[in-house]
């Protein structure tokens, strides 16, 4: 995966399709529980905002982005060094990118998601606040992610 792709999604200089065909592989599983990233990085940071979020959720309701893909994208995004945003004016964002890298204990990247997502970030819904409970199987969910270059 390159970010520099992304980034041209996100100014509206590379399709939805060249985004999934860039992201598509970028991740390889080892052993179920490991996984590894390959994710070329940009020479600058760019600033990610809510409106290109919902740009993403609009490929991905729209089928031009498998839902899946979010979970590549969204962890990139949060590994990153170069793609940059303000939690503190935006904790949504922030939280979605959060939700979209870990979707197996957060919100599983269906199409409903999705749509809740793309609520969620236009204000149309409130994003619901999470419980948290060790005692219920979230002790059991492993998952390590390794981005490299």
Not at 132 to 146: A, E, F, M
Request: glycine share 6%.
């Amino acid at each position: 995966m390159r970010e520099e792709v992304l980034r041209q999604f996100f100014e509206g200089k590379a399709s939805a399709e060249e985004l999934a065909a860039d992201v598509a592989g970028s991740t390889k599983s080892v052993g179920g529980v490991v996984s590894y990233q390959k994710v070329e990085e940009m020479e600058s940071d760019f600033r990610v905002n809510r409106s290109m979020l919902v740009a993403l959720c609009d490929a991905v309701l729209a089928g031009r982005l498998a839902p899946e893909l979010l979970h590549e994208i969204g962890f990139a995004l949060s590994a990153s060094d170069r793609f940059v945003w303000d939690a503190d004016d935006d904790e949504l964002a922030s939280d979605l990118i959060s939700d979209w890298s870990s979707p197996e204990i957060s919100y599983p990247l269906t199409i409903e998601n999705i749509r809740r997502c793309k609520a969620w970030l236009t204000n149309e819904e409130p994003y619901p606040v999470k419980k948290v409970s060790l005692g219920k199987g979230l002790d059991r969910v492993l998952s390590i992610r390794y981005r490299t270059k």
